[in-house]
C-alpha cells in the first residue's frame, strides 16, 4: 500500500470493507456547491503551492470540525475552538509551511486577520470561516505575503481546484491525499495531509471533507468516522499542535450520505497517512483481544504500536514475538498477567512480503479489544527528523 499508483483504486487496503456500487471521479473535481484552489504565497522557500482556500457557496451549509487536544494548540487551533460557528462553516483558508504554533499573541492576531481577509474576500462572515495551519513550530508568520496570496487566490477558486488545494496543504508528504466518489447519487470528496507528528488524540493531520449528501447530524458523523480512522492511526507516537479535521455538505443533491461511505473514506485517509509515514516502508495492525476492557486493550496495542522495537522488527519483517510481549508488559506495568508466549502472539505475517502486515496479542483478563495502524521505524525518519527545524 506504500505510494498510490497512478489512476489507481482508492480504496486499495484489505482493512477497508466500502459500500458497495462506488464509483470514482477525478479527484480534482469537488461535489455540487464547492470550490477550490491553492498558489504559491511564499511560505514555503522551494516555490510550492503553500495556500489554499476552500469554499461551500450553499446559503445554509451543514458542518462540523475536530480538532487537536494537545494543550499546547496553535494559534488557528485556539481560532477555531472558541471564535467559530462550527456548525455552519462556510469556508476554510488554510496555508503550509508555518504552523503558527507557539507565536503568542502575535501569532493569534495573524490567524484572526488571515480568517478576516478570508471571509471579506469570498463575502462571508469571518466566524463561519475556519482558518488551519502546518509546518515549522515557534516561526513568526509572513503575513503580508499570506495576505496578499489570499487575495489572488479568491479570484480563481473553481470547482475543479482540489488537487491545487490539496497540494497546499502538504508539508512533508510524499503525496497528495484526495479522493471523489459517487455513490447513490451522492458525491464526496476529501483531501488529507500528514506524515510525521502522527498519533492519535488525534492523529496529527489536516483532513477537509465536502459532499453534496444531506448529513442529518453532521458532528455525530464526523465523531464516529474520526474514532474508526484517525484515532486508530500512530507514526511515531508525537501529537500535533495543529490537528484539524473539517466535515462541510452543501446538500444539493437532497439525498442522504450513504451509510458507512464517510467511515471508508477517512479510514482510506487513515491509512494513506501511516503508509507515508517519514520514511515508512510498511503498515502494521496490530489487535489485542482478551484486555480487561477496551481501554486496557487500547493502552497496550497503543504501546506496542509506538515500541521502537516493534517498529523496526515490522521493517525488518522479524516476527519476534518478544518484543510485542515486553511492550505489553510495559503497558500495563505493575500488574500480573503472567507470561506472554508464542501461543498468546501471532506476528508471523511480520516474516512476509505484503506491505501490510498482522500482529495479534491474546490477553486472558476480559473481553476488551482494540486495534492501531503503525508504520515501521526506517533510517529515514531519523534523517528527515534530524534536519527539520522547529
Same mark, same amino acid.
Given at each position: 500500500?506504500?505510494?498510490?499508483?497512478?489512476?489507481?483504486?482508492?480504496?486499495?487496503?484489505?482493512?477497508?470493507?466500502?459500500?458497495?456500487?462506488?464509483?470514482?471521479?477525478?479527484?480534482?473535481?469537488?461535489?455540487?456547491?464547492?470550490?477550490?484552489?491553492?498558489?504559491?504565497?511564499?511560505?514555503?522557500?522551494?516555490?510550492?503551492?503553500?495556500?489554499?482556500?476552500?469554499?461551500?457557496?450553499?446559503?445554509?451549509?451543514?458542518?462540523?470540525?475536530?480538532?487537536?487536544?494537545?494543550?499546547?494548540?496553535?494559534?488557528?487551533?485556539?481560532?477555531?475552538?472558541?471564535?467559530?460557528?462550527?456548525?455552519?462553516?462556510?469556508?476554510?483558508?488554510?496555508?503550509?509551511?508555518n504552523a503558527n504554533a507557539s507565536?503568542?499573541?502575535?501569532?493569534?492576531?495573524?490567524?484572526?486577520?488571515?480568517?478576516?481577509?478570508?471571509?471579506?474576500?469570498?463575502?462571508?462572515?469571518?466566524e463561519q470561516v475556519a482558518v488551519?495551519?502546518?509546518?515549522?513550530?515557534?516561526?513568526?508568520?509572513?503575513?503580508?505575503?499570506?495576505?496578499?496570496?489570499?487575495?489572488?487566490?479568491?479570484?480563481?477558486?473553481?470547482?475543479?481546484?482540489?488537487?491545487?488545494?490539496?497540494?497546499?496543504?502538504?508539508? $512533508?508528504?510524499?503525496?497528495?491525499?484526495?479522493?471523489?466518489?459517487?455513490?447513490?447519487?451522492?458525491?464526496?470528496?476529501?483531501?488529507?495531509?500528514?506524515?510525521?507528528?502522527?498519533?492519535?488524540?488525534?492523529?496529527?493531520?489536516?483532513?477537509?471533507?465536502?459532499?453534496?449528501?444531506?448529513?442529518?447530524?453532521?458532528?455525530?458523523?464526523?465523531?464516529?468516522?474520526?474514532?474508526?480512522?484517525?484515532?486508530?492511526?500512530?507514526?511515531?507516537?508525537?501529537?500535533?499542535?495543529?490537528?484539524?479535521?473539517?466535515?462541510?455538505?452543501?446538500?444539493?443533491?437532497?439525498?442522504?450520505?450513504?451509510?458507512?461511505?464517510?467511515?471508508?473514506?477517512?479510514?482510506?485517509?487513515?491509512?494513506?497517512?501511516?503508509?507515508?509515514?517519514?520514511?515508512?516502508?510498511?503498515?502494521?495492525?496490530?489487535?489485542? $483481544?482478551?484486555?480487561?476492557?477496551?481501554?486496557?486493550?487500547?493502552?497496550?496495542?497503543?504501546?506496542?504500536?509506538?515500541?521502537?522495537?516493534?517498529?523496526?522488527?515490522?521493517?525488518?519483517?522479524?516476527?519476534?514475538?518478544?518484543?510485542?510481549?515486553?511492550?505489553?508488559?510495559?503497558?500495563?506495568?505493575?500488574?500480573?498477567?503472567?507470561?506472554?508466549?508464542?501461543?498468546?502472539?501471532?506476528?508471523?505475517?511480520?516474516?512476509?512480503?505484503?506491505?501490510?502486515?498482522?500482529?495479534?496479542?491474546?490477553?486472558?483478563?476480559?473481553?476488551?479489544?482494540?486495534?492501531?495502524?503503525?508504520?515501521?521505524?526506517?533510517?529515514?525518519?531519523?534523517?528527515?527528523?534530524?534536519?527539520?527545524?522547529?
Amino acid at each position: 500500500m506504500i505510494g498510490p499508483e497512478k489512476d489507481g483504486p482508492f480504496f486499495r487496503s484489505r482493512w477497508v470493507d466500502p459500500p458497495a456500487g462506488v464509483e470514482q471521479l477525478d479527484p480534482a473535481v469537488l461535489p455540487e456547491g464547492f470550490r477550490a484552489g491553492g498558489v504559491h504565497c511564499g511560505l514555503k522557500g522551494d516555490g510550492g503551492t503553500d495556500l489554499g482556500l476552500i469554499v461551500c457557496d450553499a446559503g445554509e451549509p451543514t458542518s462540523s470540525i475536530l480538532l487537536t487536544r494537545n494543550a499546547a494548540a496553535a494559534a488557528p487551533i485556539r481560532v477555531c475552538r472558541d471564535r467559530l460557528d462550527q456548525g455552519s462553516i462556510c469556508a476554510a483558508v488554510v496555508n503550509s509551511g508555518n504552523a503558527n504554533a507557539s507565536t503568542g499573541e502575535q501569532g493569534m492576531a495573524d490567524a484572526l486577520a488571515m480568517r478576516q481577509a478570508a471571509a471579506e474576500a469570498i463575502g462571508a462572515e469571518a466566524e463561519q470561516v475556519a482558518v488551519a495551519e502546518t509546518g515549522v513550530i515557534g516561526v513568526p508568520m509572513d503575513m503580508e505575503s499570506v495576505l496578499g496570496g489570499i487575495d489572488g487566490l479568491a479570484e480563481r477558486l473553481s470547482p475543479e481546484g482540489a488537487v491545487e488545494f490539496s497540494e497546499a496543504i502538504m508539508t $512533508t508528504d510524499q503525496w497528495p491525499k484526495q479522493c471523489t466518489l459517487r455513490s447513490e447519487g451522492v458525491t464526496i470528496s476529501a483531501q488529507a495531509k500528514g506524515a510525521g507528528m502522527i498519533e492519535p488524540g488525534f492523529a496529527t493531520m489536516l483532513c477537509f471533507i465536502q459532499t453534496d449528501g444531506l448529513v442529518e447530524d453532521a458532528h455525530a458523523a464526523l465523531r464516529q468516522a474520526v474514532d474508526a480512522s484517525f484515532e486508530r492511526i500512530t507514526v511515531d507516537g508525537q501529537m500535533s499542535t495543529n490537528d484539524t479535521v473539517l466535515l462541510q455538505s452543501s446538500g444539493a443533491s437532497g439525498l442522504p450520505l450513504p451509510k458507512g461511505l464517510l467511515d471508508a473514506v477517512l479510514l482510506q485517509l487513515a491509512l494513506e497517512v501511516v503508509a507515508d509515514g517519514e520514511g515508512a516502508t510498511r503498515v502494521g495492525r496490530i489487535e489485542v $483481544t482478551g484486555a480487561a476492557d477496551g481501554h486496557e486493550a487500547e493502552l497496550v496495542a497503543r504501546r506496542i504500536a509506538n515500541s521502537p522495537l516493534v517498529k523496526t522488527a515490522l521493517l525488518g519483517r522479524d516476527p519476534n514475538w518478544g518484543r510485542i510481549a515486553q511492550a505489553a508488559g510495559a503497558a500495563l506495568a505493575g500488574q500480573d498477567i503472567g507470561e506472554l508466549g508464542p501461543e498468546a502472539i501471532e506476528a508471523e505475517e511480520l516474516a512476509g512480503e505484503a506491505i501490510e502486515a498482522e500482529l495479534s496479542l491474546k490477553l486472558e483478563r476480559g473481553e476488551g479489544r482494540a486495534h492501531v495502524y503503525f508504520s515501521d521505524l526506517t533510517h529515514e525518519y531519523i534523517v528527515i527528523n534530524a534536519e527539520y527545524t522547529t
